[in-house]
Structures are given as C-alpha cells and as structure tokens.
C-alpha cells in the first residue's frame, strides 16, 4: 500500500498582495500506525539534507573516484576526506558569520 501526502505551504509575491501555495508530495510504504504525516515529512526532509551532503561530498571534494586499486589506501583517502569535510562544518559554524552557515563549500572558496 502506497500512501500519498502533500505539504503546502504560503509564498509571497509582489508587496505581500497575492498570496500563493507551494506544493510538495510525498509518496511512501510505511504504515500509518508508527508514522504520522508530519513525521513523515519530516523523515523525507532529512534524506534531502542527507543526499545534498553526500552530493557535496562525491562532487566538490572530488570522491566521485578513488585514488587507487587497494582498498586500505582508498579508505585512508576517504577518512582523510571526511576529516577535512567535518572541520570545515566546524569552522562554518563557529568561526564564520550565520550568513555562511549554509553555503556549500565551493560557494565559501569563492
């Protein structure tokens, strides 16, 4: 069983006088007993946020290819990574102003 479920929410255009809708559906197969529909909004939400970090993480820290054969040597090069990603949120959040909070990193090397 598949269910269905829309989220809207109000945007504003031209001097706040017209007042329209934005809409997003989300379809699921997990039960109405353990998840309501905010809950699963929110479930969809976070996968998003999950995805644009892995995005950010495959394409402008370049993992979209491992270095070598070995497998050692290839996780030594991801772990690397990772600890350059992680400080770098660090920094975002504790040394820049909020405005930088949710850049990417190719918008903060700009």
């Known amino acids: 069983m598949v269910r269905i479920i829309a989220k809207r929410t109000k945007i504003k255009q031209q001097y706040d006088l017209f007042l329209n809708y934005r809409y997003w559906i989300v379809a699921t197969s997990l039960g109405i ?5 905010q809950a699963i ?58 405005e930088y909070h949710s850049k990417s990193i190719r918008k903060l090397r700009y």
């Open 41 to 98: 909004i929110d479930l969809h939400q976070g996968r998003g946020n999950i995805e644009k970090r892995i995005g950010e993480l495959k394409h402008q820290l370049n993992f979209d290819r491992q270095p070598c054969g070995q497998f050692e040597a290839n996780c030594l090069y991801f772990t690397i990574g990772l600890l350059a990603y992680n400080l770098l949120q660090i920094l975002k959040l504790l040394g820049l102003p909020e």
């Open 33 to 37: 007993e353990k998840y309501d529909f």
